[in-house]
């Protein structure tokens, strides 16, 4: 490395303490800036850092052929274009969810090819899926997908639920998958013996486990439990959930702050938005924000925490899959 001036270790500290874009412009000083630069070492004490200092934010967003990002660290908040690794692919991309700088994408069924994908220094693996198992005599199940990483293997992996009902709504197949990428390889590790109560690829993984919304019965969406799939250990377990009232209202999940999080609406009443603590402890739920604004419940068709802003006065949410907003804490300024 006669081209560096100090020490590689040396100069790897120092450029994992720099914003992304100087860096990304760092690798054309030569083949041994880029080398460094791209090297997992340098790219993992990037995150690090950036974890640690709550900077470097950026939100991918898009679904298509078209991928954006928007730099949250920018002064300009400009929305740019991306490229998207799945482009030439003939169905939807979906962004099943990011996780060490690592996005996940992945093409909708029957096509099913995903992209392990570091938009930073923009490399990728792209991986073409085996269909799900599908049992004689069935017809069409459900499958969702989620992503999350392994940090005692270090490995990202994607799980597949594969679920199928007899006509009178039994479970008669409903399988848990999982996707190394590491070895590449599916391996099927148990059942899943809960209905989904929502069918979308929403990523909540937080704590080492992805998270769904499920019921031990069918088409029972108010007694509802949240089931929790630990990467590391293949261990399925249930999270207690908050108190709240027992009537009709909309729930999902979400990843705020690095904790599990949870949307009531009440149609034409009010939306509150819960928040866990202390992970796996049912009296660390705490309701974050309550909100009767008229305007949003009516317009309101889907709602999703995405993060806090640096003063932690304000959070960041996606509204009706198509909107971002910027709201306080306080439910009362809504």
Same mark, same amino acid.
């Given at each position: 490395m006669s081209d560096v001036p100090m020490p590689p270790d040396v100069l790897a500290q120092i450029l994992a303490w720099l914003p992304v874009a100087p860096l990304l412009r760092f690798r054309s000083v030569s083949k041994t800036f880029r080398a460094l630069i791209d090297s997992d070492y340098v790219i993992k004490l990037q995150l690090n850092h950036s974890v640690q200092t709550n900077t470097n934010l950026n939100i991918i967003f898009g679904g298509d052929r078209t991928l954006c990002y928007l730099n949250l660290d920018s002064s300009t908040k400009v929305v740019n274009k991306i490229d998207n690794p799945l482009y030439f692919a003939i169905f939807e991309t979906v962004i099943l969810g990011s996780c060490n700088g690592v996005v996940c994408l992945c093409t909708?069924?029957?096509?099913?090819? %995903?992209?392990? /994908?570091?938009? %930073?220094? !923009?490399?990728?693996?792209? %991986?073409?899926?085996?269909?799900?198992?599908?049992?004689?005599?069935?017809?069409?199940?459900?499958?969702?997908?989620?992503?999350?990483? *392994? !940090?005692?293997?270090?490995? !990202?992996?994607?799980?597949?639920?594969?679920?199928?009902?007899?006509?009178?709504?039994?479970?008669?197949?409903?399988?848990?998958?999982?996707?190394?990428?590491?070895?590449?390889? /599916?391996?099927?590790?148990? *059942?899943?013996?809960?209905?989904?109560?929502?069918?979308?690829?929403f990523n909540t993984f937080t704590k080492g486990a992805l998270h769904w919304l499920v019921s031990r019965k069918p088409e029972k969406k108010v007694d509802f439990l949240i089931a929790a799939f630990d990467l590391t250990n293949d261990e399925l377990r249930l999270v207690p959930q908050p108190e709240f009232s027992n009537e009709h209202f909309h729930v999902n999940l979400a990843i705020l702050g690095g904790c599990l999080s949870m949307v009531c609406h009440y149609p034409k009443k009010n939306v509150d938005i819960w928040v866990m603590k202390s992970y796996g402890i049912k009296d660390s739920w705490t309701k974050l924000i309550s909100t009767t604004d008229v305007k949003l419940i009516k317009e309101l068709d889907f709602l999703r925490p995405v993060l806090y802003s640096k003063s932690g006065d304000e959070v960041l949410f996606e509204k009706n899959f198509n909107s971002l907003y910027w709201k306080p804490c306080s439910g009362e300024h809504w």
């Open positions: 909708t069924e029957p096509d099913n090819e %995903i992209a392990f /994908w570091n938009p %930073i220094v !923009h490399k990728f693996k792209k %991986i073409r899926l085996a269909p799900a198992k599908c049992p004689e005599g069935l017809g069409r199940g459900v499958c969702i997908k989620g992503f999350g990483y *392994d !940090h005692v293997h270090d490995d !990202h992996k994607v799980v597949r639920l594969v679920q199928y009902c007899s006509l009178c709504n039994k479970l008669v197949h409903s399988k848990i998958e999982v996707f190394s990428s590491k070895t590449d390889a /599916w391996r099927e590790v148990g *059942d899943f013996p809960y209905y989904l109560c929502y069918r979308r690829n």
